[in-house]
């Protein structure tokens, strides 16, 4: 009798009241899995990166104004027995000849038109196109007299002629193609143009001598050089001498060449004739004395444009002489600017030395920020898998759990019949 009591207060109470325990086990875990999903698919989402924004620079400060110099304060009577310094040249070397590969034909035509454009400009009937020498006989005259063969004389070359001139800037500029002699040659041309006939030569062989080593270097420095051409008064003499100072110059500074070329002419015009080539040789030496402008471009133009409102005060052979001197004062009455003006730039190279810092550390932290978010997000995907598969894992043995006792109850219900069965009989 207490075994049938025990058995209903089982089938009744402790059964159902397991059975609802067990479901609710069942609906959280099904609920920690689709948590659990959320997260993984929270953490495959790439991370983000914050995006720094640089601060922008902050304005320079402006200049003070440059100090003035009157004529009073120029010793001109000095100025007139000045030496004008001279150019050196000689420090341009020649690079050594290469020996040119098989010859292109590309262009040849086209490099054959020019050269009879520069045969055109200085006639081969006026001036020595293959040079001036003369044959010697190491053998003696009487073995040439003959053989006629050419290996019993040799030609000494007292002069150059214009085309070894020619095939010696095309050597130093490495034009080895027929196209690219043709453009060096179209250079020499723009600048021949502009002078007379009896000038021209002198012209050519003075830009040769300082030829650059790369063609679209020399023909940019010509280019600029075409400028002051047509602004200087050619009859005078030495005038055509001003292209050596600037090609050379071109050539020497290859920062600052062009700009200071190109700077040239849009002042030489205010000095006389007579006073062209002598400025330009003193405004080559004020750029390259440390004393002076120390090859400070800008400083020197800012003095020079001040100069070139006093030059109709001035006589005539003061004007170039008086130019080293007027940067003199110069310098000496804008020292105080001059060191103003350092202050200003190291505090703007100071200001933009901090921003590009903090851009560069706020970069960094972003970066640090940034990685930190995938490691979490990578921590996150793995327990998020953990928890999916704990709770499939917790669901399947509850299930069986839960069959196995629905299979007991039920087997117990047949038991129950058959001795229902049996007391009836």
Request: proline share 4%; glycine share 4%.
């Amino acid at each position: 009798m207490k075994t049938n009591y025990f058995t209903k207060v089982e089938d009744r109470y402790v059964f159902n009241v397991s059975l609802i325990f067990w479901h609710l086990l069942i609906a959280l875990a099904t609920l920690a899995i689709i948590a659990s999903i959320l997260i993984f698919l929270w953490g495959i989402v790439p991370a983000s990166l914050k995006k720094v924004e640089k601060q922008p620079y902050p304005e320079k400060e402006v200049y003070p104004a440059p100090i003035k110099v009157s004529i009073s304060e120029l010793n001109l009577d000095r100025t007139e027995t000045k030496d004008l310094p001279e150019i050196d040249e000689s420090m341009i070397k020649e690079k050594e000849q290469k020996q040119l590969p098989t010859e292109d034909l590309t262009g040849k035509g086209e490099f054959e038109a020019i050269i009879d454009t520069l045969n055109v400009l200085i006639p081969p009937t006026k001036y020595s196109w293959k040079g001036k020498g003369y044959y010697t006989y190491p053998q003696g005259k009487t073995s040439w007299d003959i053989y006629k063969r050419e290996i019993y004389r040799r030609w000494v070359v007292t002069e150059s002629g214009i085309t070894a001139k020619l095939n010696r800037s095309y050597q130093k500029t490495n034009a080895k193609k027929y196209t690219e002699k043709k453009k060096l040659v179209e250079g020499y041309i723009m600048i021949l143009k502009l002078l007379p006939e009896n000038k021209r030569l002198n012209a050519l062989e003075q830009m040769i001598n300082n030829v650059a080593n790369n063609i679209q270097r020399n023909n940019a420095i010509l280019n600029a050089l075409s400028n002051v051409i047509s602004k200087i008064d050619n009859t005078e003499v030495k005038n055509i001498n001003i292209i050596s100072l600037l090609t050379n110059f071109g050539v020497n500074n290859p920062n600052e060449g062009i700009p200071f070329i190109n700077y040239v002419s849009t002042i030489i015009g205010e000095f006389d004739k007579t006073q062209q080539y002598k400025s330009v040789i003193n405004l080559i030496y004020g750029f390259n004395r440390r004393y002076l402008f120390n090859q400070n471009i800008d400083l020197q133009k800012e003095a020079t444009n001040l100069y070139i409102p006093l030059i109709p005060q001035l006589k005539i052979d003061q004007q170039s002489g008086a130019l080293i001197q007027y940067y003199n004062v110069f310098l000496d009455k804008n020292n105080k600017r001059n060191d103003q003006i350092k202050q200003i730039e190291s505090n703007y190279e100071q200001a933009i030395a901090e921003i590009e810092s903090k851009f560069v550390a706020d970069q960094k932290s972003a970066l640090r920020v940034y990685e930190s978010k995938k490691a979490k997000k990578e921590k996150l995907r793995l327990r998020a898998l953990t928890g999916i598969g704990g709770g499939i894992v917790l669901i399947v043995l509850i299930a069986t759990f839960l069959a196995f006792l629905s299979i007991q109850r039920s087997v117990r219900k047949m038991e129950d019949k058959m001795n229902n069965s049996k007391d009836i009989n």
